[in-house]
């Protein structure tokens, strides 16, 4: 199981961009599932992308297809998420996962991050 720590949210304004990022404590990362996902007051926890390990496919979204992408090294044990032409609807809590399932409509994980507040003025 891995610790997470999010880093890299902030304020910025519609249009503009955010790269987060996740420091793994590095004991089974290269091995494991790597996601990213949201949770806006409200609202439930939901899905924004995922990376797997080895040939690092990736996906995502609908909604942030096109805009986000997500991206591992290893060798830094850090996940990332350059968020692009964000939108006030992106506002939300954004948490880093390892190992992410989804089980009766809600996603668990081995590990989560803290977190990070990503917030979009328009």
């Known amino acids: 199981q891995e610790q997470l720590v999010d880093s890299g949210g902030g304020l910025v304004q519609a249009g503009e961009s955010l790269r987060l990022s996740c420091a793994a404590s590095g004991r089974t990362f290269s091995t494991s599932i790597m996601g990213w996902f949201r949770q806006a007051p409200g609202k439930e926890r939901e899905f924004v992308a995922t990376?797997?390990?080895?040939?690092?496919?990736?996906d995502y979204a609908d909604s942030v297809k096109g805009r986000f992408t997500i991206s591992r090294d290893n060798a830094k044990n850090t996940v990332y998420l350059q968020m692009n032409s964000l939108k006030p609807e992106d506002t939300a809590v954004y948490f880093c996962?390892?190992?992410?399932?989804?089980?009766?409509?809600?996603?668990?994980?081995?590990?989560w991050g803290q977190g990070t507040q990503v917030t979009v003025s328009s």
């Open positions: 990376i797997n390990p080895g040939d690092s496919t990736t």
């Open positions: 996962a390892e190992d992410p399932n989804l089980i009766g409509g809600k996603y668990f994980a081995n590990s």
